[in-house]
Every structure is written in structure tokens, then in C-alpha cells.
């Protein structure tokens, strides 16, 4: 497999003081030290640091936390805490890396078995959905 230019570059930065609220898509590599009320999603990897914010699940290929989410996690390749990070949420990942000091609430789904994973992450994700439209 080839290295894309953007698995190495940073794209898009959202720099420390500053907030975005709303949902956020964008394309390759993502590094947050602000504040997001709203979702990230993105086809490469993000960093989160250790001050950043995020109100709003996270969907990308691979996650480095550092700061603050409240949402659900959602990354194929993995997932990393760094030991000051916090997931009020579910964690969907190949693999899961989570230091000392750490903080996790919420269901977490590592399979490494790539059959197994699409098949059960599938089906968790259905009836999470299926849940939150029947919760008033």
C-alpha cells in the first residue's frame, strides 16, 4: 500500500481557543487543540490534544486522544488514549491503546479479526441507533 501525502501532513487544524460548533467533514489528516460541539469525521487520522474539546462523536481512520470527548469513538485502524484523556462514550477500534490515569465511560469494541469486527461493529452500531429513535 502506498503512503498518501496526507497520512503525514497535517490538513486541517483547529487551533487552541479556538470553537466551531456544528458538524465538521473533512478530508486527510486532522489535528484538534480547540473546541467542537458537533461531529468530526474523516477518511485519515486525528489528533486530539490534550486541551481540545469535542461535544460529538469521532469517526476517522485512526485516533490519538489527548483531551476531552463526550461521544462516540469510531476508528477502524485504532485508537490511543494518552494518559490525561477522557471518552464519555463507546469506542469502536481494531485495537485500543489506553495509558495509565486514562478515563473511559462507556462500551468498547476492539476485534482484530476483520471479519468479526465489520460483522459485530455493524451490528452494534444498528442497534445503538435503533435505541436512540425509540428514547425520548
Same mark, same amino acid.
Given at each position: *500500500?502506498?503512503?498518501?501525502? &496526507?497520512?503525514?501532513? %497535517? !490538513?486541517?487544524? /483547529?487551533?487552541?481557543?479556538?470553537?466551531?460548533? @456544528?458538524?465538521?467533514?473533512?478530508? @486527510?489528516?486532522?489535528?484538534? &487543540?480547540?473546541? /467542537? &460541539?458537533?461531529?468530526?469525521?474523516?477518511?485519515?487520522?486525528?489528533?486530539?490534544?490534550?486541551?481540545?474539546?469535542?461535544?460529538? !462523536?469521532?469517526?476517522?481512520?485512526?485516533?490519538? /486522544?489527548?483531551? %476531552?470527548?463526550?461521544?462516540?469513538?469510531?476508528?477502524? =485502524?485504532?485508537?490511543? *488514549?494518552?494518559?490525561?484523556?477522557?471518552?464519555?462514550?463507546? %469506542?469502536?477500534?481494531?485495537?485500543?491503546?489506553?495509558? &495509565? *490515569?486514562?478515563?473511559?465511560?462507556?462500551?468498547? /469494541?476492539?476485534?482484530?479479526? =476483520?471479519?468479526?469486527?465489520?460483522?459485530?461493529? =455493524?451490528?452494534?452500531?444498528?442497534?445503538?441507533? %435503533?435505541? =436512540?429513535?425509540?428514547?425520548?
Amino acid at each position: *500500500m502506498a503512503l498518501r501525502i &496526507d497520512d503525514i501532513s %497535517i !490538513n486541517t487544524v /483547529i487551533g487552541n481557543g479556538s470553537a466551531i460548533s @456544528g458538524n465538521l467533514r473533512v478530508n @486527510g489528516f486532522v489535528r484538534v &487543540d480547540g473546541d /467542537i &460541539d458537533g461531529n468530526l469525521e474523516t477518511d485519515g487520522n486525528v489528533i486530539i490534544g490534550e486541551n481540545a474539546r469535542i461535544r460529538g !462523536n469521532v469517526k476517522a481512520k485512526s485516533i490519538i /486522544i489527548g483531551g %476531552i470527548i463526550l461521544g462516540n469513538v469510531h476508528a477502524p =485502524e485504532s485508537v490511543k *488514549m494518552l494518559s490525561q484523556a477522557i471518552v464519555i462514550g463507546d %469506542i469502536i477500534s481494531h485495537k485500543v491503546t489506553i495509558d &495509565d *490515569m486514562a478515563l473511559v465511560h462507556g462500551h468498547c /469494541i476492539s476485534i482484530k479479526d =476483520e471479519e468479526n469486527y465489520a460483522a459485530l461493529s =455493524e451490528e452494534y452500531l444498528q442497534s445503538k441507533a %435503533i435505541k =436512540e429513535k425509540v428514547s425520548f
